[in-house]
Every structure is written in structure tokens, then in C-alpha cells.
């Protein structure tokens, strides 16, 4: 009897200790993997897609960030029907095809090609884009099979736009 009231004794001091732990009182809580605060991406998969209208746009579903701003001048070239970049990139002169956030789409608006961004706006031909995003090497193994039109490879490469990242 006496062995079974330490036994019984032991029992409630565990159930005691435990219940104080996992209690709210002041301790932080611990985050699971996916319930943390910080996104890492590795895509393991580019998802770029390629939208074969007047003026033809290439659109990414990618988890990036704007990690360094990028900008140029938006022009049509009529020739392949394709929008590119100009701009200026320590220094250097680039022409570089843009490619658009997902849901971007294709405009004509009197006579000026560009596209339509969710949450910013029209940017036309002449009109310069600043926005968060990377540039891409032509040569980048995430466009070699991606099925981008040839005529719309710019010899510079690619400028990359982040979505929510568009500034005036």
C-alpha cells in the first residue's frame, strides 16, 4: 500500500512538471518548419511561361525576392513582336527580355505595346520600369527548354521582375 502512494505520489509530480512546461506562461513557442516566418526558396522547377500574342511576354511562377532593384526603358521590337528592356547595368548598355510576374498580360493601349501589372498599373513602350528582380544570363539554364520564342531572346539576357516590386 505504502509503495503504491509513492507510486501514485510520483505520478502526479511528473503530470505537475509537465503541465507547467507546456503552459503559456512566458516561454517562447517553438515553430514548426512550416510555420516559419522566413521563406527559402530552391526552385527546383522553373516555371516560366511564354505568351505568344502582339506584344509576345514571357510570365514566371517563382518565389523570389526582390533582392536588388532593376530598371530600363520598356520598347516593342515589330520584328518579332516581342517587348525588351534598355538600360544601363554598372555602366554597361543592355537590351534584355523582360520576364513578367505571373498574371501579367499582354496590353495594346493607342497604338503602344506593354503589359498590364496587378496591383501597379500600365507600362507602355517608352515607359521606364523600376522594380525588385535579378537579371539572367542568356545563356541561363532556366531558359534553355522553356519553349521562349528564339526572336525573343535579347543578347543581353533577362531581366527577372518580382511581383508586388513595381515603383514609380
Same mark, same amino acid.
Given at each position: 500500500m505504502?509503495?503504491l502512494?509513492?507510486i501514485?505520489?510520483a505520478?502526479a509530480?511528473?503530470?505537475a512538471?509537465?503541465?507547467c512546461?507546456n503552459s503559456d506562461?512566458?516561454?517562447?513557442?517553438v515553430?514548426?518548419?512550416?510555420e516559419?516566418?522566413?521563406?527559402?526558396? =530552391?526552385?527546383s522547377?522553373?516555371?516560366?511561361?511564354f505568351?505568344?500574342?502582339?506584344?509576345?511576354?514571357?510570365?514566371?511562377d517563382l518565389a523570389v525576392?526582390?533582392g536588388?532593384?532593376?530598371?530600363g526603358?520598356?520598347a516593342?521590337?515589330?520584328d518579332?513582336?516581342?517587348?525588351?528592356?534598355n538600360?544601363?547595368?554598372a555602366?554597361e548598355?543592355f537590351t534584355?527580355?523582360p520576364?513578367?510576374p505571373?498574371?501579367?498580360e499582354?496590353?495594346?493601349?493607342?497604338g503602344?505595346r506593354?503589359?498590364?501589372?496587378?496591383?501597379?498599373?500600365t507600362?507602355?513602350?517608352?515607359?521606364?520600369v523600376?522594380?525588385?528582380?535579378s537579371y539572367w544570363?542568356?545563356?541561363?539554364?532556366?531558359v534553355?527548354?522553356?519553349?521562349?520564342?528564339?526572336?525573343c531572346?535579347?543578347?543581353s539576357?533577362? =531581366?527577372?521582375?518580382?511581383?508586388?516590386s513595381f515603383?514609380?
Amino acid at each position: 500500500m505504502k509503495s503504491l502512494k509513492v507510486i501514485l505520489f510520483a505520478s502526479a509530480g511528473v503530470l505537475a512538471i509537465s503541465a507547467c512546461s507546456n503552459s503559456d506562461g512566458g516561454a517562447e513557442p517553438v515553430k514548426s518548419a512550416t510555420e516559419s516566418t522566413e521563406q527559402v526558396s =530552391i526552385p527546383s522547377d522553373e516555371k516560366l511561361s511564354f505568351v505568344d500574342s502582339d506584344p509576345k511576354i514571357i510570365v514566371h511562377d517563382l518565389a523570389v525576392s526582390p533582392g536588388m532593384a532593376v530598371s530600363g526603358r520598356l520598347a516593342y521590337e515589330a520584328d518579332s513582336k516581342c517587348l525588351v528592356v534598355n538600360g544601363k547595368r554598372a555602366e554597361e548598355a543592355f537590351t534584355a527580355t523582360p520576364i513578367w510576374p505571373k498574371d501579367v498580360e499582354p496590353v495594346l493601349n493607342e497604338g503602344k505595346r506593354g503589359v498590364r501589372v496587378p496591383g501597379f498599373g500600365t507600362v507602355l513602350e517608352g515607359d521606364t520600369v523600376h522594380a525588385g528582380g535579378s537579371y539572367w544570363k542568356a545563356d541561363d539554364k532556366r531558359v534553355r527548354a522553356s519553349g521562349i520564342d528564339p526572336a525573343c531572346r535579347a543578347e543581353s539576357g533577362f =531581366i527577372v521582375f518580382n511581383a508586388d516590386s513595381f515603383t514609380k
